[in-house]
T-cell receptor, first 113, second 114 residues
Framework: DQQVKQNSPSLSVQEGRISILNCDYT??????FLWYKKYPAEGPTFLIS?????DKNEDGRFTVFLNKSAKHLSLHIVPSQPGDSAVYFC????????????FGTGTRLTIIP | DAMVIQNPRYQVTQFGKPVTLSCSQTLNHNVMYWYQQKSSQAPKLLFH???????NEADTPDNFQSRRPNTSFCFLDIRSPGLGDAAMYLC?????????????FGPGTRLLVL
């Protein structure tokens, strides 16, 4: 049972445009959501997170939006740069036995120069 | 720089031949994790240590074992690797087992089983 879903395995975006990566979750006990970025032959690196008490968190070119009622979050990258080409994983955790991270299957983002 | 180190980066083993993957960290984190990741799949948690307290995921096969001799090091032992165990193995650490705590990952060890 996939509790965190990233339904788009891949996404291509023109350099300079906005990249929007989506993530859905089913477990209403999740309170914290994280995005990780992974380059080939490297481990995932933490990018940005959001807790359920917020609906938006911004860090430079990266913004994460959370819609709790829809159990949906999205990562916006603007403007997109070639170095953003990577696999992006959405992950979630919560209290009461959900402290470990549950990952989605990832979205491969390709930025076209 | 504080970091998570995994050795080797690539490991080739034969079907049924025991293999050990290693992970070390300079972050002084209490929690260490081992994940298995196969192509186009989410990282799958195998087990974690909170200090010396070992916690196995319910669906982790008995073929996988782990040791944590001290805070800095953690090992993944695969007793009898099968072809289905070929994957990327990721080690991660966090300061606490708490919702919202960031996990820091090593570069991974890619295991090939012949």
């Amino acid at each position: 049972d996939q509790q965190v879903k990233q339904n788009s395995p891949s996404l291509s975006v023109q350099e300079g445009r906005i990249s929007i990566l989506n993530c859905d979750y089913t477990n209403s006990m999740f309170d914290y959501f994280l995005w990780y970025k992974k380059y080939p032959a490297e481990g995932p690196t933490f990018l940005i997170s959001i807790s359920s008490i917020k609906d938006k968190n911004e860090d430079g070119r990266f913004t994460v939006f959370l819609n709790k009622s829809a159990k949906h979050l999205s990562l916006h990258i603007v403007p997109s740069q070639p170095g953003d080409s990577a696999v992006y994983f959405c992950a979630a955790s919560g209290d009461f036995g959900n402290e470990k991270l549950t990952f989605g299957t990832g979205t491969r983002l390709t930025i076209i120069p | 720089d504080a970091m998570v180190i995994q050795n080797p980066r690539y490991q080739v083993t034969q079907f049924g031949k025991p293999v050990t993957l290693s992970c070390s960290q300079t972050l002084n984190h209490n929690v260490m994790y081992w994940y298995q990741q196969k192509s186009s799949q989410a990282p799958k948690l195998l087990f974690h240590y909170y200090d010396k307290d070992f916690n196995n995921e319910a669906d982790t096969p008995d073929n996988f074992q782990s040791r944590r001799p001290n805070t800095s090091f953690c090992f993944l032992d695969i007793r009898s690797p099968g072809l289905g165990d070929a994957a990327m193995y990721l080690c991660a650490t966090s300061s606490a087992l708490q919702a919202g705590k960031t996990q820091y990952f090593g570069p991974g060890t890619r295991l090939l089983v012949l």
